[in-house]
């Protein structure tokens, strides 16, 4: 037989013998049956047992046994604890050595190597019992949890790194078997554990079976599902916000924490489908109107901060169909906002879709009225879409007005750039209050450029901007000329004007409807003179001559303590201040609320006040005690 | 021939009952894909722990087997192995695998599509690799791919703990601005604990922009030894970046702590948008109960503070609502009366808070009057919608506190309120057995508000024949009028005192957040009884249509001449 001819049985002896091996392999060791839940026991099965195939067995090294492996922990044991704070490199020896006998112990020498571990204190023990438990959590997931429930907390394991170990031992038993992890953690003595457990398990399930996890939750009563159901909101939403929403949205509402992450899970919704989001938030009838809102506004943020533009046509399209049914129209402006803020030309074309001209006026003069304090030129081009008139005229004098303060320059070129001659009344109220900004510093140059106007019109925009700056450093002289601009003002106190017929109260509003401003800037800076010398701005307020105008300042006065949010002003001390107005009719007037308001806040010390005073008509200071305190004779 | 033969059998058989058989479908990744080199069987030399603590290193190419047979473990059945003898495997195979394998290792562990054990595994592996080789983990990491951003954090994060410099310096060189940015902010706080003139050279080397992104960062470590000067010295640019003060809260806070009256000036130096804000940073200074007590007392006593009493109050609040025996305590420091009432209305933002009825204690330190009444009311209102027995038992128990048969008043109506959602029918009978009083007078409204929601029409009918001189919920009116126009209108006319007729009559038109089509309203002004208030009401809202869509309101006009108003 020639060479080849004599392989030719060594090779049909190879090809027959692996082909048959290959074969019958499966049917002489047939695969192993689904492994039985594991029992709640600390006593898995030997990991000898284990079917691993050869090459798996010969990856492993053998386990020791007996007291070979008595005699391996014990010289582990044997090693000195580390200090709290011993040197990483300390650390990453012990590391080693306590990894290489973690791969020689059987599973059942860890219950003996965790009982000597759970008393080591200090960090550096903490981090080897962590590496360790990992290990035992990998191995015999129930063993390890039965061990972390039987923990005591104390100065080694406190109670909160019990609960971690607790939970990830119950994971990872959970993870390969479901129905007995939860059984388990169902039954945990300690009330908050098993809730804390037992919700933490569920909540995971509901990433993969959200209706189980629901379920189990409702199962587990009233006070359980109360306390998981947002933990299942949260995992179920991320995969179906719209189920979530569904299942859970409604009992979520009602929670304030709960109500934030419906309205996230809501905008997610909404990007997909809105009119299913809004058919389900429609139907949340029970709801209280402010909840409602609330949730509206948070919903449409959502959905404007969405990171694609091109998903806010369609939610805009729900929007505006229930705008014009009546309903959210605020919200719909403040989309348009924010859209317009981050892509102008396609709100806008979005915007001429709309066929209800109203409507599409209305949102406009809104959204532009609604800018965002830290952009407000990103509102021009909607405040600029308006039809020309008044509309449009306050809407861009607000916008740029913001500008203007933050940004004066770039507000200038703005209106230098626009040489629009519909936008001339806008200019002259940005001149106005640019002048104002002048004033704050040189109030004679702001004053000898305002005299320098043109128009009267210019003149009447300008002037409260100017005074209104003035007065932060000069109130006294900003209220004296800022009152020396208003026109002559009929000899009627505030009580005679409700007696005039509707025509002369109209004509009367008619006339000072300019001056509007005026008013306030008097007012406001009134309000700052009587901070810094009440005396002088109640006796300058006392020697005016409209009654109307002298009375209406001294009651704002004594109710308007500065600007929003000042603080409040010491109420004796204000009081004394009011007192000292010379005409009691006028002096009861202005002092009745004030002191009603103390009333409210301090009776006794009020009422000891209105007692030790007869800065009161008696009738008036009775009617007050009265009211405070209908027990008082 | 039959020696051969047998050989043959023999070895044939042997080498294929060790070759895996395919793999089951929905396995992942890592098993699908073949093993770069043939699957053989491989044997961990073994190792005596009585001669060493750790087995030996493999040699490099036995390494390579011992990873090929790693991911090609297979249970019998030619299924994946199961988790833990993967693991257990994989615990055993890191304590011998050099460092330079691990890439080699981790390669068919990488992808977003791994299974949850195939992550697991994954985790183990680089853990231990991070452990000994940060930098060559958080090379490999970056290099891998989008989905090993995570993997390069840990691994960043651990080299900066070990070595912040040569962390911090790769950090910076990377060459992608954004990637750089990230792991820069990862490296840099921590080489500025130890060299704060390198981590802000290295952060400034790459222009301004880099450096702004990343200087609140280094601020806030920085403050930790000195906040006064890091916060002098870079404060003002973190702020005028738009950083403002939530972004310098913590080092703020670690300088209140030290130096309460430097901190609170610094921040009213700073420019805000309004007073408000200014309060607001102001009473969100102190981060713990350590720091309240100090910062508290710094801004009552301080001079110059702006809005003193609303930054106080919003400390107050929130202190109240965690420690409000401890919040007592500092209020009764205070000596001026006056700060101590303005603190104390401005102290209780309920509207969020779960828990109201910890605030109770603030309410009751208020000095008697409306005020405190109305305070009282409103937390236990708002507590017994959440716990009514305990509110209820809370009033029986302070019965005699001032302010709270007031305050009782207000939970009872609360109640009615809850009752009327439902049972509108109960909550009116038991509304009517009320005695005359301030109670009955104010449940109306409540009433009113909670009915109103499921039946505006009945609610409001209900509320007009109770109450003759009560304004009415214009949120109502309009939900009403969107139902049932000519109904909401018959009754609003009905209305006898004019201001309130008035009042309801534009409240058919909408409110501040929602609007009727203005046809529509148009439409149902024209049906007003009354000429002269008909004229009124659709001339006003004509003229204000007119301002939006002058065409439309034109034309309307035009088909209604036997109104008799001009245009």
């Known amino acids: ?633 | 021939m039959i020696a051969p033969l047998a050989l043959g059998l023999a070895l044939g058989a042997t080498a294929a009952w060790f070759v895996p058989h395919p793999s089951a479908s929905g396995q992942s990744a890592a098993h699908s894909a073949p093993p770069a080199v043939p699957t053989a069987p491989f044997a961990l030399p073994s190792w005596s722990w009585r001669e060493s603590a750790t087995p030996p290193t493999l040699a490099a190419d036995s390494a390579s087997s011992a990873i090929v047979a790693w991911h090609a473990l297979r249970a019998p059945d030619g299924r994946p192995a199961d988790f833990a003898t993967r693991a257990d495997a994989l615990r055993a195979l890191l304590l011998r695998l050099p460092l330079t394998s691990f890439p080699r290792f981790l390669a068919p562990l990488v992808g977003a599509k791994l299974s949850e054990d195939d992550r697991s595994l994954r985790q183990i592996a680089f853990s231990t690799w991070i452990e000994s080789d940060p930098s060559s983990a958080a090379t490999w990491a970056l290099a891998s791919g989008p989905d090993q951003q995570d993997l390069a954090r840990q691994a960043v994060s651990t080299w900066s703990s070990r070595d912040p410099r040569a962390a911090a310096v790769w950090a910076c060189a990377l060459p992608d601005q954004e990637t750089a940015r990230r792991f820069a902010a990862l490296t840099l706080p921590a080489l500025a604990a130890l060299d704060s003139t390198q981590a802000l050279a290295l952060a400034s080397a790459r222009g301004d922009a880099f450096l702004d992104q990343l200087l609140p960062d280094l601020l806030t470590t920085l403050a930790k030894t000195d906040p006064a000067t890091a916060l002098r010295t870079y404060g003002p640019r973190v702020w005028k970046n738009g950083g403002g003060f939530w972004r310098l809260r913590q080092p703020l806070g670690e300088w209140a702590a030290r130096d309460p009256a430097a901190a609170i000036a610094w921040i009213v130096a700073q420019p805000s948008k309004d007073r408000g804000e200014m309060g607001q940073w102001l009473g969100e200074l102190a981060q713990n109960n350590a720091q309240r007590n100090l910062v508290a007392t710094a801004l009552a006593t301080q001079p110059g503070v702006p809005n003193r009493q609303s930054a106080l109050g919003n400390m107050l609040s929130r202190w109240a609502n965690q420690d409000p025996v401890e919040a007592l305590a500092w209020l009764d420091t205070l000596s001026d009366r006056n700060l101590r009432i303005a603190i104390l209305e401005r102290s209780a933002n309920i509207t969020y808070s779960d828990h109201p009825e910890r605030t109770l204690p603030l309410a009751l330190a208020m000095p008697e009057g409306a005020n405190r009444s109305d305070r009282l009311g409103q937390l236990l209102s708002q507590w017994a919608t959440k716990d009514a027995p305990a509110a209820l038992a809370w009033l029986r128990d302070n019965a005699s506190a001032p302010g709270v048969a007031a305050a009782s008043d207000s939970v009872r109506s609360t109640l009615l309120a809850t009752i009327a959602r439902d049972e509108p029918a109960t909550a009116v009978a038991e509304w009517q057995a009320l005695p005359e009083g301030p109670l009955k007078t104010k449940a109306i409204s409540t009433i009113t508000a909670a009915w109103g929601q499921t039946d505006p029409a009945a609610a409001l009918q209900w509320s007009t024949a109770q109450s003759k001189n009560d304004y009415p919920s214009s949120e109502l009116v309009y939900t009403w009028a969107r139902k049932d126009g000519p109904a909401a209108l018959q009754w609003a006319e009905s209305i006898s005192e004019p201001n309130i007729r008035s009042y309801a009559l534009n409240a058919l038109a909408g409110n501040w957040q929602d609007k009727a089509p203005r046809a529509a309203t148009a439409d149902l002004y024209a049906q007003i009884k009354d000429p002269a208030v008909r004229t009124q009401f659709v001339t006003q809202h004509v003229q204000e249509w007119q301002t939006r869509d002058p065409a439309a309101a034109k034309s309307w006009l035009a088909a209604h001449p036997d109104l008799g108003i001009k245009n």
């Open chain 1, 1 to 633: 037989m020639s060479s080849p001819a004599r392989l030719l049985p060594l090779c049909l002896g190879l090809a027959v013998g692996a082909s048959a091996s290959w074969v019958l392999r499966p049917l002489v060791r047939p695969p192993a049956p689904a492994p039985a839940p594991p029992p709640i026991s600390a006593s898995p099965p030997p990991s000898a047992l284990r079917p691993f195939s050869p090459s798996a067995l010969l990856l492993l090294p053998p386990r020791l046994a007996g007291p070979d492996a008595d005699a391996a922990l014990d010289s582990y044991l044997a090693l000195p604890p580390l200090a709290a704070k011993a040197p990483r490199a300390d650390i990453a020896e012990r590391s080693g050595r306590l990894r290489a006998l973690l791969t020689l112990l059987p599973t059942s020498s860890l219950d003996r190597l965790f009982a000597a571990l759970a008393t080591r204190t200090g960090d550096a023990e903490g981090q080897l019992r962590r590496l360790a438990f990992d290990v035992w959590v990998e191995r015999d997931a129930p063993a390890a949890a039965l061990w972390a429930a039987a923990l005591v907390p104390g100065e080694a394991i406190n109670a909160q790194a019990r609960s971690r170990y607790l939970t990830q031992a119950a994971r990872a038993w959970a993870r390969r078997d479901f129905d007995s992890a939860y059984t388990w953690a169902s039954t945990l003595p300690d009330s908050a554990l098993r809730k804390s457990v037992s919700g933490d398990l569920l909540a995971r399930l509901a990433a993969t079976d959200p209706t189980r996890a629901l379920a189990l939750a409702r199962a587990g009563g009233e006070e359980f599902l109360a306390a998981t159901q947002r933990d299942i909101f949260n995992a179920w939403a991320k995969n179906n916000p719209s189920a979530a929403i569904l299942a859970l949205g409604a009992p979520l509402l009602a929670d304030n924490q709960g109500r934030w992450r419906v309205a996230e899970m809501l905008g997610k919704w909404a990007v997909s489908d809105p009119q299913a989001a809004f058919a389900w938030l429609d139907t949340q009838s029970g709801l209280d109107p402010d909840t409602l809102r609330n949730t509206l506004w948070s919903l449409v943020n959502q959905v404007a901060n969405n990171d694609k533009t091109s998903d806010l046509r369609p939610f805009a399209d729900v929007l505006a169909t229930r705008a014009q049914a009546g309903q959210g129209q605020r919200q719909l402006s403040d989309l348009l906002r924010s859209w317009s803020a981050r892509d102008t030309p396609a709100a806008l074309a979005w915007l001429d879709s709309i066929p209800d001209v109203a409507l599409r006026n209305d949102l406009l003069a809104e959204a532009a009225s609604n800018y965002s304090s830290d952009a407000p030129e990103k509102s021009i081009p909607l405040a600029l879409r308006l039809p020309p008139g008044p509309l449009r005229d306050n809407a861009l004098a607000n916008t740029l007005g913001h500008w203007a303060d933050d940004n004066p320059d770039a507000a200038l070129a703005w209106l230098r750039a626009h040489d629009d001659p519909s936008l001339t009344a806008v200019a002259e109220r940005i001149q106005g209050q640019l002048l104002g900004k002048l004033a704050a510093n040189d109030p004679a140059a702001a004053l000898a450029r305002w005299q320098n106007l043109p128009a009267n019109e210019a003149r009447i925009t300008a002037a409260p901007g100017i005074a209104k700056a003035w007065a932060k450093s000069d109130p006294a002289a900003a209220a004296r000329w800022i009152s020396a601009q208003l026109p002559e003002l009929p000899n009627i106190g505030p009580a005679d004007f409700g007696k005039l017929s509707p025509k002369e109260q109209a004509d009367l509003q008619q006339k000072f409807m300019s001056y509007q401003g005026h008013f306030e800037v008097l007012q406001s800076t009134l309000s700052t003179w009587s901070r810094t010398d009440p005396a002088a701005a109640v006796a300058w307020a006392e020697g005016l001559t409209s009654p109307m105008l002298k009375e209406g300042l001294l009651m704002n006065m004594a109710q308007s303590y500065g600007p929003y949010d000042a603080d409040t002003p010491d109420r004796a001390v204000r009081a004394d201040q009011i007192a000292a107005i010379t005409e009691p009719a006028i002096r009861d007037r202005v002092l009745a609320p004030h002191l009603e308001n103390w009333l409210r806040s301090d009776l006794k010390a009020a009422r000891e006040w209105i007692d030790t005073h007869d800065a009161l008509s008696p009738e008036k200071a009775a009617e007050l005690l009265t009211k405070a305190d209908p027990s008082h004779p």
